[in-house]
């Protein structure tokens, strides 16, 4: 089992899932700074300053003026501004993932394209001559003859 293991984990794709983790967990933090610290901004200006990660619904009662302090004193709430926010942070990186993987078909097209063009077609087999068949039909007939 535990050369089983070891094989599992020597293969490039668990390598590369490994890479793509880590790489994914870093640009989530980007992702997050994006729309936390220059999306949200503009969205505040269109909305009249509503600030989506602050909209909640207090079940139970209470009233609270941020959902951080409604969240300290224990209080059930429906934090529908941070789904808001994930669904936004969800469509920005799968868009830019979108871009990302698009990028790098429209590389890997251009470079099998060139090896396409340099790589030299293999010459046609241009079969037996008119000669070739007629000598090959002479000799079939004095075979027949002798």
């Known amino acids: 089992m535990l050369k089983e293991f070891k094989d599992f984990i020597a293969r490039g794709n668990v390598m590369d899932m490994a890479v793509g983790i880590i790489v994914g967990a870093a640009f989530t933090a980007i992702v997050k700074?994006?729309?936390?610290?220059?999306?949200?901004?503009f969205i505040g200006l269109f909305t009249g300053g509503i600030d989506f990660s602050n909209l909640f619904y207090t079940m139970g009662g209470g009233d609270y003026a941020t959902l951080e302090a409604a969240r300290e004193a224990g209080a059930a709430t429906f934090a529908y501004g941070a789904f808001i926010m994930a669904i936004i942070n969800f469509l920005i990186i799968a868009f830019v993932v979108f871009m990302l993987?698009?990028?790098i078909n429209k590389i890997k097209e251009a470079a099998e394209k060139?090896?396409?063009e340099a790589a030299p077609e293999p010459a046609a087999d241009p079969g037996p001559s008119e000669l070739d068949i007629l000598?090959?039909?002479r000799d079939s007939l004095k075979a027949r003859e002798g």
């Open 33 to 41: 700074s994006l729309v936390d610290d220059l999306i949200q901004p």
């Open 101 to 103: 993987v698009r990028s």
């Open 114 to 116: 060139k090896e396409e």
């Open 135 to 137: 000598i090959e039909i």
